[in-house]
């Protein structure tokens, strides 16, 4: 009785930690490590509900977001991460998340190798086969908002004993866990919320900007996340301040092109070359983004303040707007002339070297009006180019480190085609 009292005390604590998390995916991380955490998991994925169009019909289907194996992580290098297939089941019976979903009921399989005949779902050990590694027991849990919508699904697999065998998942792991699911769909919910209103603003930008899609500036976002995170964990970061980093540097990022929204049309939608002064003009939205977050009143307004500043600066100190005001528009530091001294090397703040490699790459793989996609290939090939000059060295070399992980990125936000 003792454990059972301890494991809903972490949950009322889990429930204030949860609810300072404002970014959604940072947020989905967090639950499913929490989750597998109060009932000792060794495993699991976290699902979410989306709804696609396949032949002029709305289709519900569950979207894996995050999946975590503290057994496979085991064998990677300090700071790498697993990586993991992105895929999405109908909401049927067949699966067992899809059933979970559809019935909205908890599912407690002691053995998924002994599953009953009579079962609606079934469960295909091919999965097991391509991972290398075995599924036994698995609790999956239904995620229902407070306006009684599904939200969707967290699975954990493998509970372990203290002695670190495998074992089934108690009676008090189901009623522990379906407490939990409550506060992480609330929690969900708000931040939710939050992404629509980040989302809404880019929109804005987009109107004005059709390349500022809501696409974009996720890649451009997780990717920002993916090279901090390894930065971090080089730099030995206690855990605690990189997951308040993360939660913040992700809807700064989203942000990052915001100050868009104040430059003329003749000039944000030109399909070709500015003159010079179309040029100055456009790099003025640096400013105009870095205004609306002046009068600092959190973190998040610090960092989205340096990140829209300063995600133009290059390493070397050929970018722009260099040291100027973005309030007064004078220059801070400046030369004989008045002109404002380029900010370089690590003067530029960490989110904004960030964020400048993240959104150079995306604008890269990506179409615009003036351009094609570049290949893979000859997008690396620029990417070291401006190792040093444009980026910062070391980030770069994490960029490359974690290239597994940016492509897996690139798949789960993917271009609409029109």
């Not at 790498?80 to 297939?85: A, G, M, N, P, T």
Request: hydrophobic residues 40%.
């Amino acid at each position: 009785m003792e454990a059972y009292a301890i494991n809903y005390e972490t949950i009322f604590q889990l429930e204030r930690v949860l609810n300072k998390i404002q970014d959604f995916d940072i947020l989905l991380e967090r639950i499913l490590l929490e989750a597998r955490k109060i009932v000792r998991a060794d495993a699991g994925s976290i699902y979410v509900r989306e709804i696609s169009v396949e032949e002029g019909e709305p289709i519900e289907k569950l979207a894996i977001k995050y999946s975590q194996n503290d057994t496979l992580s085991a064998k990677l290098a300090k700071g790498e991460k697993l990586i993991y297939s992105l895929f999405s089941i109908p909401i049927d019976k067949k699966t067992i998340s899809g059933y979970c979903a559809l019935t909205r009921r908890l599912i407690n399989i002691p053995n998924m190798y002994n599953i009953e005949k009579d079962a609606p779902y079934s469960f295909n050990p091919q999965y097991d086969v391509i991972s290398q590694y075995k599924t036994i027991s698995t609790l999956t849990i239904p995620l229902i908002d407070s306006n009684d919508q599904l939200v969707g699904v967290i699975q954990v697999i493998n509970s372990r004993n203290e002695s670190g065998e495998i074992i089934p998942f108690s009676e008090s792991n189901e009623a522990v866990i379906s407490h939990f699911a409550i506060t992480a769909s609330s929690a969900l919910q708000r931040a939710h919320s939050t992404r629509v209103m980040v989302l809404r603003t880019i929109k804005m930008a987009e109107l004005r900007d059709p390349k500022e899609t809501g696409v974009h500036v996720n890649r451009v976002a997780s990717y920002s996340v993916e090279i901090y995170d390894r930065w971090a964990h080089l730099h030995n970061i206690p855990e605690v301040q990189r997951e308040k980093v993360k939660d913040i540097l992700r809807i700064a990022a989203m942000l990052h092109d915001v100050g868009k929204v104040a430059i003329p049309d003749a000039i944000l939608k030109k399909p070709g070359r500015f003159i010079d002064e179309e040029t100055h003009i456009m790099r003025r939205h640096t400013l105009y983004g870095a205004s609306l977050f002046s009068n600092s009143q959190t973190p998040l307004d610090e960092i989205s303040r340096d990140v829209a500043l300063t995600h133009h600066e290059n390493w070397d100190g050929t970018g722009y707007p260099g040291w100027l005001d973005p309030v007064a528009e004078k220059p801070i530091k400046a030369d004989e002339n008045g002109m404002p001294f380029g900010k370089k090397g690590e003067e530029i703040p960490l989110a904004g070297r960030i964020v400048a490699l993240a959104d150079v790459f995306d604008a890269l793989c990506s179409r615009r009006v003036y351009k094609d996609p570049w290949g893979e290939p000859e997008v690396l090939s620029e990417m070291k180019k401006m190792r040093g000059v444009k980026f910062d060295p070391e980030l770069t070399d994490i960029f490359f480190d974690i290239y597994p992980s940016i492509k897996r990125i690139q798949a789960l936000y993917k271009e609409e085609i029109a």
